[in-house]
């Protein structure tokens, strides 16, 4: 046994330094156990060493690497760095992306929802747009209960349980035929709360002589004395504190001399004129014509005349003449110069800067003007074009008094709108040029009088004295 290996290591030996490289080796492994190592050169390899290059693919494979590596960077914003960072990045990129996907669609239903609120917003715009012009087209009165024609409608038992916007049909518009019907009278009837203009109170007394010369009821002359205030017709809502009221001296067809015309004047839209057959429907409070003027009127200086109103147009300078026939503006003219909207009002205050009336000569406008310094100009007017044809300047402060009316071409201004016992304080004559103070005794029966107007038709003073229509006879004379 000993001798076949020892022949078999011999040739391996022999063989082995026949080739010149290979070995034996024979030793202890780290267990103790003996261990034999039989080594042999390779016969291309020169080195079992990597090469320093790596190799046309390990090259790729960095290339590759390299060009991953950037993009991630230019994923990423550049923060990568160390081992795994291209890994976590991708990671988080992914996750970025799933929660942007996420508000994306989350967004798309808010925006949704937003587009169906605006549609239904639209669509109630549209339909409150619709409501306002109809509710503009039918403007705002009180409805007369559906009585049988025999029965008298009264006031007191015409009070609306609806309100508003139920006489539209009786209301003319420019165009319209006239219309006539038992109408209640609405402005009178319904409550509300409508804006005040703001009023100034200046109350001034006067002892109130007799009246002297002789009377002269069939021409012009001076007036001589007023008479005591009658009253017409008590409103009974706020909305009758103070207006306008006028019968046309000189009427026109189709309105007789006895219709009567009235104007609210409180609030800031004034465009409703009320039309009575006579005093007797003016008293019970059923207006026969309802008309809407298209232009806005400023306080209580508006008169008639000869089938048309003349009024001052609201904020304005303006005066406009309102044609009752074909119930449009025929003419518009501003008042040269003149204060208006608060800037030279009576001491009622209540903007009555423009005082228009009419007297047996034509139509007048009482106001002033800066040039004049708050004194009382008197312009007459052309009542077809509203020009001025002549003016005055007189010595007396506009806003020094309460009222002013023109009798025969003389002005007369009333002392107090308050004091129920004052006087006309003041006489101008156009016809002369000059002026005059004089006591002529007036009466303000129910101490607020916001109108008051000539009639030389009726000779007669109209006035609106707190809630009150009221008129008063007067007397001319010479003295
Ligand atoms: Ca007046």
């Avoid at 080796?25 to 020169?46: A, I, L």
């Avoid at 988080?92 to 508000?103: K, N, R, Y």
């Avoid at 009419?358 to 008197?378: C, F, P, R």
Wanted: proline residues 6%.
């Amino acid at each position: 046994m000993w001798l076949l290996l020892s022949v078999c290591v011999f040739c391996l030996l022999g063989c082995s330094e026949g080739q010149d490289r290979a070995t034996l080796w024979r030793g202890n492994d780290h267990s103790g156990r003996c261990q034999y190592t039989f080594s042999v050169p390779s016969p291309s390899e020169t080195s079992c060493s990597p090469t320093v290059s790596g190799g046309p693919e390990m090259e790729g494979l960095k290339a590759r690497l390299s060009l991953l590596e950037v993009l991630v960077a230019r994923l990423t914003g550049g923060e990568i760095g160390g081992p795994g960072a291209g890994y976590q990045s991708q990671a988080g990129l992914q996750e970025a992306l799933t929660q942007a996907m996420g508000e994306r669609i989350l967004l798309q239903g808010e925006k949704e929802r937003l587009e169906r609120d605006v549609e239904g917003l639209q669509r109630r715009m549209e339909e409150m747009r619709r409501e306002t012009e109809r509710l503009q087209s039918r403007p705002c009165y009180p409805q007369p209960p559906l009585l049988p024609p025999s029965i008298p409608l009264q006031d007191s038992g015409l009070r609306p349980a609806g309100g508003a916007g139920v006489l539209s049909h009786l209301v003319s518009r420019p165009g319209r035929q006239w219309d006539t019907g038992s109408l209640r009278d609405p402005a009178w009837q319904y409550g509300g709360n409508p804006v005040l203009q703001e009023l100034k109170a200046e109350v001034t007394e006067i002892p109130a002589p007799s009246p002297e010369g002789p009377e002269d009821n069939t021409g012009c002359g001076e007036l001589i004395s007023i008479g005591e205030p009658v009253s017409h017709r008590k409103a009974d809502s706020i909305a009758g504190k103070y207006g306008v009221w006028m019968q046309d001296p000189e009427a026109v067809a189709p309105y007789g001399g006895k219709m009567v015309w009235r104007i609210d004047t409180v609030g800031s839209e004034v465009r409703q004129l009320f039309g009575y057959e006579d005093m007797d429907q003016l008293s019970k409070g059923f207006p026969s014509k309802v008309l809407l003027l298209p232009e806005p009127v400023e306080s209580t200086g508006a008169t008639l005349y000869r089938g048309s109103l003349y009024y001052q147009r609201r904020r304005s300078r303006t005066l406009l003449r309102y044609d009752l026939v074909s119930e449009s503006i025929a003419s518009r003219q501003d008042l040269p110069h003149a204060g208006f909207h608060g800037q030279f009002p009576y001491s009622w205050g209540g903007y009555t800067d423009v005082d228009l009336g009419v007297d047996e000569q034509g139509l007048w406008a009482v106001y002033s003007t800066n040039k004049a310094k708050g004194a009382i100009v008197v312009s007459q007017l052309d009542p077809h074009s509203l020009a001025v044809k002549r003016s005055w300047e007189t010595s007396i402060r506009k806003n020094s008094v309460a009222n002013a009316f023109v009798i025969c071409g003389r002005l007369y201004t009333v002392a107090s709108y308050t004091a129920p016992n004052t006087t006309i304080n003041f006489m101008f004559d156009t016809a002369t040029g000059q002026g005059k103070e004089v006591t002529l005794p007036f009466r303000n029966k129910y101490r607020y009088n916001s109108m008051v107007d000539y009639n030389h038709a009726q000779r007669k003073l109209f006035a609106w004295d707190n809630f009150h229509i009221v008129s008063y006879d007067v007397r001319l004379g010479h003295q």
